[in-house]
């Protein structure tokens, strides 16, 4: 089983950037597909970014494109998400995730974190 702890979040201005980290405590952390789910108020918890195995493929949801990316040090057993030209759209709670399959089209996490909120302003 995985633990899952965010930090990074907080208030930045339109066309800024944050870099989100998932400490994560647990055997086997190498092994775990992790990636990274936001939702805003009233609205679904949407896929963001997912990093598979340690060494596997990154895969982003078209809004994030370009302007996010995923990343890993196995070493610290952590997981990041850069986040450059931030629009307002971007405001949400960040939730890091782990385990689970990834589909090809989609990430089923098995564990996740408490989240941490980001919020861009304009």
């Known amino acids: 089983q995985v633990q899952l702890v965010e930090s990074g979040g907080g208030l930045v201005q339109a066309g800024g950037s944050l870099r989100l980290s998932c400490a994560a405590s647990?055997?086997?952390?190498?092994?775990?597909?992790m990636g990274w789910f936001r939702q805003a108020p009233g609205k679904e918890r949407d896929f963001v970014a997912v990093?598979?195995?340690?060494?596997?493929?990154?895969y982003y949801a078209d809004s994030v494109k370009g302007r996010f990316a995923i990343s890993r040090d196995n070493a610290k057993n952590t997981v990041y998400l850069q986040m450059n030209s931030l629009k307002p759209e971007d405001t949400a709670v960040y939730y890091c995730?782990?385990?689970?399959?990834?589909?090809?089209?989609?990430?089923?996490?098995?564990?996740w974190g408490q989240g941490t909120q980001v919020t861009v302003s304009s």
């Open positions: 995730a782990a385990g689970g399959p990834w589909s090809g089209t989609y990430y089923t996490p098995d564990y």
């Open positions: 647990g055997r086997n952390f190498r092994a775990y597909t």
């Open positions: 990093h598979t195995r340690s060494g596997g493929s990154t």
